[in-house]
């Protein structure tokens, strides 16, 4: 493929989920997902962003969905305050998959999307000093 370009990183992620609006209001109340105005249809929800995330209704209910334990597809999302978020998912009911805990990106945790989905929740970008040092 001579003369072809690719970008180094994906441009636009999309997840099947079962239930798009409820999958759609996680992703608003937890991690900040910011719809784009564009009317996609009542199957889909898109965010933007970069990349763009956008939930669509591929999967039918009664299906299997993803198992937050087994899932091959993590996805990462970087907070402020990883405990804060923490804390609110708990009070909700959000099922916890790692309780949190200090690694080399900050205070992280994972938490399951309404579909099973494991979701990283985590305070730095880049582990610059890990392990820390002592003394």
């Known amino acids: ?12 992620i999309s997840i099947a989920v079962t239930d798009v609006q409820g999958s759609a209001a996680f992703y608003e109340r937890y ?8 009317d996609f249809g009542p199957d889909s929800a898109v965010f933007v962003g970069w990349p763009t995330l956008a939930l669509s209704s591929a999967r039918r209910p009664g299906l299997p969905g993803p198992s937050p334990e087994a899932t091959s597809i993590q996805l990462w999302w970087r907070a402020s305050d990883a405990q804060a978020l923490y804390e609110r998912a708990v009070a909700d009911g959000v099922p916890i998959v790692v309780e949190p805990f200090d690694g080399p990106f900050g205070r992280q945790f994972s938490m399951a999307d309404p579909d ?6 985590y305070e730095k970008d880049q582990p610059l000093f890990w392990p820390p040092r002592r003394g």
Not at 2 to 11: D, N
């Open 1 to 12: 493929m001579p003369g072809t370009v690719v970008t180094p990183s994906p441009g636009f």
């Open 31 to 38: 991690l900040g997902g910011m719809r784009d105005t564009f």
């Open 116 to 121: 099973g989905y494991r979701i990283t929740i």
